[in-house]
């Protein structure tokens, strides 16, 4: 039963071969080629991600942040595939273009930077890298960049949203700020470490010296410090400090003015009511301090006895 079986099987499959059209088998024949291709193209982008995350991992080894000019910004950081992020400063650092922001913020980058790369978190899914504008002017005006310096978080997929940019003006370009915006952007947090520093310490010891030397220079006559002038004196300090923003600057770490690259214009006022320059801060620091001293001249013009000429130019 099972021998005579065996033929009836095979005579089935013939007639089902008979039957299948005769097309299909270029069909099948593409099909297998565009698998093939398929194939070949995931892994030639599998072995560039892999070369590009090499080369990074490379220039990470040697500096935190390395320098790219147009070719490499287009291949790294705009071309894919890219499963990393970068985090770009787009800066003018020549001496040529004198921007002092641009030196303050890249020596906040720099600590931001070595924070991360010496870090036991340290990885190749963040990379950090700066683009100066006499290196890289096509990048500039590829992404339609008028300031510097600039931050941009470029993510590993899909273009950079408006959040991807670094609120410089409102928040400052503290190291600390930078991380908190970056963890925000890319869920990876970076502690930062900033290098010892010893002018504080050294200041305040000065000081202390400066006061105990005096007091011990006049121990026999103290008088001094009830002095109601020089007690004045030393509360409108404070006070000029404070309400000029001494604070907020020290908090937030503004910038000390803008200048435009392009044309060299200086901006020493904000032009929002939500952050502020240095320089800002000194200036209302001035007028509040000429509208106390006209305010204690015209107290003493109208209190004194003295010559009336005196007291009209008061």
Not at 49 to 58: D, T
Not at 74 to 91: D, E, G, L
Request: hydrophobic fraction near 40%; include cysteine; glycine fraction near 8%.
């Amino acid at each position: 039963m099972g021998a005579r079986g065996a033929p009836s099987r095979r005579r089935q499959a013939g007639r089902r071969l008979r039957y299948l059209p005769t097309g299909s088998f270029p069909f099948l024949l593409l099909l297998l080629l565009l698998c093939i291709q398929l194939g070949g193209g995931q892994k030639k982008k599998e072995n560039l991600l892999a070369e590009k995350v090499e080369q990074l991992m490379e220039w990470s080894s040697r500096r935190s942040i390395f320098r790219m000019n147009g070719d490499k910004f287009r291949k790294f950081i705009k071309a894919p595939p890219r499963n990393y992020s970068m985090i770009v400063m787009f800066t003018a650092l020549q001496p040529q273009r004198q921007c002092s922001v641009c030196r303050q913020a890249n020596e906040e980058y720099q600590i931001l930077a070595n924070s991360w790369r010496y870090s036991s978190a340290f990885c190749n899914k963040l990379f950090f890298s700066m683009v100066d504008y006499d290196e890289g002017s096509d990048v500039f005006q590829q992404l339609n960049m008028n300031s510097a310096p600039t931050f941009m978080h470029f993510p590993p997929k899909g273009r950079p949203k408006r959040a991807d940019t670094f609120d410089l003006q409102r928040i400052g370009f503290a190291a600390e700020q930078l991380a908190k915006w970056i963890a925000d952007r890319t869920d990876v947090h970076i502690r930062v470490f900033r290098p010892p520093n010893y002018s504080g310490t050294i200041a305040l010891a000065l000081l202390v010296s400066l006061v105990g030397g005096l007091l011990y220079l006049r121990r026999n006559n103290l008088e001094f410090i009830y002095n109601k002038t020089g007690w004045a004196m030393v509360s409108l300090c404070i006070v000029f400090a404070m309400t000029s923003g001494q604070m907020w600057n020290h908090i937030r770490g503004p910038p000390y003015a803008h200048k435009n690259p392009h044309n060299g214009q200086v901006s020493y006022i904000h032009g929002s009511s939500q952050a502020q320059f240095v320089a800002e801060s000194h200036i209302i620091l001035v007028l509040n301090a000429a509208i106390t001293m006209g305010m204690v001249l015209l107290n003493e013009a109208a209190t004194s006895k003295g010559d009336v000429g005196k007291r009209r130019t008061f």
